[in-house]
């Protein structure tokens, strides 16, 4: 059974359970799979990444027919007659007059700088709150890119980079923990600037090292770099 999302956020969770941990979201209008049901809850497999997790059922409703989006939301927040929605959610038209409006690099770069300053969170897909992978998963899917939904699956795909100096607006660095795992990535937006979700949605410097801050100084490890857009 295909699914697609009623609420204009719809938290997808670890687990079948409302204190279970928000790993991701489904954007009005987004396609689902069902895999399992719950009771009230249902196992989705999303359509765009395959990202798996438990919906609450309401605010799903089923559907006959995929179809595919004309162009994504640029303002941060909008209301319409079909309700409340956030940036990045599809929208649909049924006239080609609309259709394959995807953004260039350097517009998805300048739709980025809108994010500035949206607060972090964990699993989030929206300017209400957005985690880092998120970020460019939302932005680049926008740009006709389709991106996994974690840092350490994003950081597999693309071309790599050998060196900091190489990179330049629309590539995206990807940084490791003590550990040697990809835990954060953020979009180079300028000579020695990145723009990523620490804390909230911010533009650092970065170098061979890392991102780095007057405030705090290095902050996250520099592990590799991609480029996506030719």
């Not at 350097?106 to 949206?118: D, Q, T």
């Not at 780095?212 to 996250?220: L, P, Q």
Request: hydrophobic content about 40%; some cysteine; charged content about 20%.
């Amino acid at each position: 059974m295909m699914v697609k999302a009623s609420a204009a956020i719809v938290p997808i969770r670890s687990e079948a359970r409302h204190a279970s941990e928000q790993v991701s979201q489904l954007l009005k209008g987004e396609y689902a799979e069902v895999l399992e049901t719950h009771g009230d809850w249902l196992l989705v497999s999303c359509l765009h990444d395959q990202y798996q997790g438990y919906v609450i059922g309401r605010q799903m409703e089923e559907v006959s027919e995929v179809l595919q989006p004309s162009r994504y939301q640029t303002a941060l927040i909008e209301q319409s007659t079909s309700g409340l929605t956030y940036f990045g959610t599809p929208i649909y038209s049924v006239s080609n007059t609309h259709s394959n409006l995807l953004l260039s690099c350097e517009e998805m770069i300048a739709c980025s700088a809108l994010l500035e300053g949206v607060p972090y969170q964990w699993g989030g897909r929206t300017s209400a709150g957005i985690d880092c992978s998120g970020l460019v998963q939302v932005l680049f899917r926008m740009a006709g890119i389709s991106l996994p939904r974690d840092a350490k699956d994003q950081a597999v795909l693309g071309e790599t980079l050998s060196l900091i100096q190489e990179a330049k607006p629309g590539d995206l660095a990807f940084f490791d923990n003590e550990h040697g795992k990809i835990t954060h990535v953020g979009l180079i937006v300028g000579e020695g600037l990145i723009r990523h979700a620490s804390h909230w949605v911010r533009t650092d410097r970065i170098d061979s090292y890392g991102i780095f801050t007057d405030r705090w100084g290095y902050t996250h490890s520099l592990r590799i770099l991609k480029r996506f857009f030719k």
